[in-house]
């Protein structure tokens, strides 16, 4: 049995869940979204404020999506109460980062700006010229762009420049060393 998918979700204050045949749908103050339940194998239930995820096989394809599916639907009832942010450091010199309405433009050392147009559902915004927070209620998208923004200029590991999250440790290497 999944140590995950066997706890069940809370459901806050000005939340609700919805379960419709294999779709959840979840409406907060801040959005809603839906999840499809792929696998006949997992169903849900919404009882006393609580949501569970179930399954109903014993199969090797239902143990590895019970843990799955819970924690999917757990981040869809976080995100349309309180939502989520990634935050980017640019470092570099000249490196910086302009928003103009939903294109982030980013100037990190090449010869053409870099452009990055953020989907439906999706903030971006520069707190400071070389700070970029995105923000949104699908916690899936919001990595996702975050990703992609991170791997336009992967961190050099001699001088760091280029772009990295604000939770990542990075560790300079030791230059070359002069020789007598």
Known sequence: MSRIGKQPIEIPAGVTVAVKGNVVNVKGPLGELNRTIESRSITVRNENGKVLVERTADTKEAAARHG??????????????DGFVKTLIVSGVGYKCAVAGQ????NIGFSHPVEHVAPTGVKIECVTPTEIKVSGIDRELVGHVAANIKASKPIEPYHGYGIRYSTDVWIQKEGKTASK
Do not use: D, F, Q
Request: glycine share 6%; proline share 0%; no cysteine.
């Open 68 to 81: 799955l599916y819970r924690a999917l639907i757990a981040n869809n009832v976080k995100g349309v109460k």
């Open 103 to 106: 294109k982030l433009t980013m």
